[in-house]
Antibody
Framework: DVELVEAGGGLVQPGGSLRLSCAVSGLSISAYWMTWARQARGKRPEWLASIKQDGSEKNYVDSVKGRFTISRDNDRNSLYLEMNRLRVEDTAVYYC???????WGRGALVTVSS | EIVLTQSPDFQSVTPKEKVTITCRASQSIGNKLHWYQQKPDQSPRLLIKYTSQSFSGVPSRFSGSGSGTDFTLTINSLEAEDAATYFCHQSSSVPQTFGQGTRLEIK
């Protein structure tokens, strides 16, 4: 079975930083685009960023461009999201997705609050 | 940005009923439209990819159709476990976007 487990969420003050990681098992991520998405409470999911198999291409939604960085380590079968200059409106459950968004992790809660 | 609009927002249905949820895109997205089911406090789960391809392990009562700008998710013979919110999602262009969701309540 494919399993994705996010880690690194928590409470951070506005302007702060967090780094999320996503460990994948049951699937070799080297064959797939990988994705980060988030969902604020009671809202629809929001696609944030995707990264190509070899890391050579990355796409971002405008609201996080320049603040968030997606990266991957195919040898560790893991995906990462570096989040800087966090805002209150970034508060959400953050999900990693494999093979586009065929598979989703359980999510990591990020709360940005003073 | 491509806007996806689902209808209805909410539907209350009885078991064994047939349910149809629609998703309209603000511009043509070919077949790059996917459907997810989300239950409370769970992650979204892929049901249908590329308009009509059933994902592994998804019951056969779920099916998808459409092309271009108009898409449909059909649930035949609804079961109690199908109570959830359903989202459509397009991967045709960046930024990828989701519909606002359709909440299904089972009477």
């Amino acid at each position: 079975d494919v399993e994705l487990v996010e880690a690194g969420g928590g409470l951070v003050q506005p302007g702060g930083s967090l780094r999320l990681s996503c460990a994948v098992s049951g699937l070799s991520i080297s064959a797939y685009w990988m994705t980060w998405a988030r969902q604020a409470r009671g809202k629809r999911p929001e696609w944030l960023a995707s990264i190509k198999q070899d890391g050579s291409e990355k796409n971002y939604v405008d609201s996080v461009k320049g603040r968030f960085t997606i990266s991957r380590d195919n040898d560790r079968n893991s995906l990462y999201l570096e989040m800087n200059r966090l805002r209150v409106e970034d508060t959400a459950v953050y999900y990693c997705g494999a093979a586009g968004l065929d598979y989703w992790g359980r999510g990591a809660l990020v709360t940005v609050s003073s | 940005e491509i806007v996806l609009t689902q209808s209805p927002d909410f539907q209350s249905v009885t078991p064994k009923e047939k349910v149809t949820i629609t998703c309209r895109a603000s511009q043509s997205i070919g077949n790059k439209l996917h459907w997810y089911q989300q239950k409370p406090d769970q992650s979204p789960r892929l049901l249908i990819k590329y308009t009509s391809q059933s994902f592994s392990g998804v019951p056969s009562r779920f099916s998808g159709s459409g092309s271009g700008t108009d898409f449909t998710l059909t649930i035949n013979s609804l079961e109690a476990e199908d109570a959830a919110t359903y989202f459509c999602h397009q991967s045709s262009s960046v930024p990828q976007t989701f519909g606002q969701g359709t909440r299904l309540e089972i009477k």
